[in-house]
């Protein structure tokens, strides 16, 4: 029984990304030479010949040969960075246990690193730079049409005008459904030139090289009548699918042994971005702990001369996918509530301490967590994470309440500096609260980590909302 599948494309880009990624390697290997120290022998080139495979094969890994199209260069150079790093630093472990890094000379090991680093960015962007020169000036262009008047023909005739890098030119809409139906184009994105039947007469001619279908999914009938006329043509054939209909949550590609899957709920700290964003977490979380030290031990200090009970608050709460994990907060109240029923703080609450007052105010509170995020449960920037309690409660009242621990929680996040920290005292305050927590997953970026960081200060100053 034959098996059908569908295949990733290897096309020209992807061998030459491979091929001068090889030769960026040498070249670094060579550039180290230069330093009197390096030793040069057949082992020399064996490490560089090893560090191109395993540079090749931790790319599957991290999807440095992937189709980068409609992604930016900055992504695309810093997922090679970061690809030749985690290889060299396989190779290092295996160098260290071997003893063939007590031969390795440090400030020889620099310059490879800085050279193949370079190198891997001006090929990328050569490359780029090539593919836009190529296709501008009309080689290799090929013509295409779409099948569907509708917001996803509209949406993919924009992108692609948007990519004249990728040589296509739109001869226009065709649907069957009259105007009435349809609406007008609008006067950017191209003209409405026939019906389906039409256009099948100009793909037996050969004068369309690719036709996109973008009709509905509940079209199936039609599309299988349009598919069976289509294949009597030498034409591309593409089905966009209609996945707007659903609320998407970084959903993506993939495929399981050639089977194609998309993801409809989906994390979106993925291959490299997730190695990415941790380092940046370890980092920044080890630096604030760096200037915090010292407050933290005069909070403690206040804490236990100010009220009776333990410095620290330890409290279940949801954190990836679900799972509990223990979140760190200085105490601030005179209870320490855990059970099925948790009270949030409201303005004046009486449970509060006299130091804890002024330490939420500040969120000096917080302080804690920082541990949660060196021990990998916990983000910079995420979620809040609620009490279990609350979890409960309003997964129950909330459609979608639980994709917002898709993600790791985090200390502060886009619902706090947007203006929804603090209590939750009606269901319309933690909708919102949840919408922002879906829209940062959707949209998540490091610069907009770093921007929710930044602006988490002006929260803290303000004090706005918080008791």
């Given at each position: 029984m034959s098996s059908i599948g569908i295949h990733r494309e290897r096309s020209l880009?992807?061998?030459m990304l491979r091929i001068t990624d090889a030769a960026s390697i040498l070249l670094g290997f060579l550039a180290a030479t230069q330093y009197p120290r390096v030793y040069v022998d057949p082992l020399y080139w064996l490490a560089a010949a090893i560090t191109i495979l395993v540079m090749f094969t931790v790319g599957e890994f991290t999807a440095l040969y992937r189709n980068w199209r409609g992604v930016g260069t900055y992504r695309e150079i810093a997922t090679a960075t970061l690809t030749l790093f985690y290889s060299v630093g396989i190779l290092l472990?295996?160098?260290?246990?071997?003893?063939y890094t007590d031969h390795v000379s440090r400030i020889g090991l620099v310059i490879g690193l800085v050279t193949i680093s370079t190198l891997l960015a001006v090929s990328r962007l050569g490359i780029r730079c090539l593919q836009?020169?190529?296709r501008s000036h009309g080689y290799g262009r090929r013509s295409f049409a779409?099948?569907?008047?509708?917001?996803?023909g509209i949406r993919?005739?924009?992108?692609?005008e948007d990519a004249p890098q990728l040589g296509l030119s739109l001869t226009g809409f065709y649907d069957d459904r009259p105007t009435l139906r349809t609406g007008p184009l609008p006067p950017d994105v191209g003209e409405r030139l026939g019906t389906i039947n039409q256009l099948v007469t100009l793909a037996r001619r050969g004068d369309v090289d690719r036709v996109y279908i973008t009709l509905p999914m509940r079209a199936e009938k039609r599309t299988r009548q349009?598919?069976?006329?289509l294949a009597d043509t030498t034409a591309s054939v593409y089905i966009v699918p209609d996945f707007f209909v659903f609320e998407l949550l970084h959903s993506r590609w993939s495929d399981i042994n050639g089977l194609p899957v998309v993801s409809v709920?989906?994390?979106?700290f993925y291959g490299v971005d997730g190695l990415l964003k941790r380092v940046v977490d370890m980092c920044l979380a080890m630096a604030f702990l760096f200037l915090a030290a010292v407050p933290m031990l005069v909070i403690a200090a206040l804490i236990k001369l100010t009220s009776r009970g333990p410095v620290f608050f330890r409290q279940l709460?949801?954190?990836?996918?679900?799972?509990?994990?223990?979140v760190w907060k200085f105490r601030t109240m005179s209870v320490c509530e855990h059970g099925a029923d948790v009270r949030q703080a409201t303005l004046n609450d009486q449970r509060i301490t006299r130091i804890g007052g002024l330490l939420r105010r500040a969120s000096l509170d917080e302080l804690p967590q920082l541990f949660n995020v060196l021990n990998g449960s916990m983000s910079l920037v995420g979620p809040r994470p609620h009490a279990t309690a609350h979890n409960e409660q309003y997964r129950r009242l909330i459609p979608g309440y639980m994709l917002r621990h898709k993600v790791k929680p985090g200390i502060t996040g886009l619902a706090q500096v947007l203006g929804w920290r603090g209590e939750t005292d009606t269901l319309d305050k933690m909708v919102n609260r949840i919408q922002c927590d879906l829209q940062y997953i959707r949209e998540w970026s490091l610069w907009m980590d770093f921007k929710i960081i930044c602006k988490t200060a002006l929260v803290v100053i303000s004090g706005k909302n918080a008791y």
């Open positions: 880009t992807d061998a472990a295996v160098g260290f246990l071997t003893r836009r020169w190529y779409i099948v569907g008047v509708n917001e996803l993919l005739a924009r992108t692609l349009l598919l069976n006329q709920f989906e994390n979106p709460r949801y954190g990836l996918d679900g799972r509990e994990i223990h």
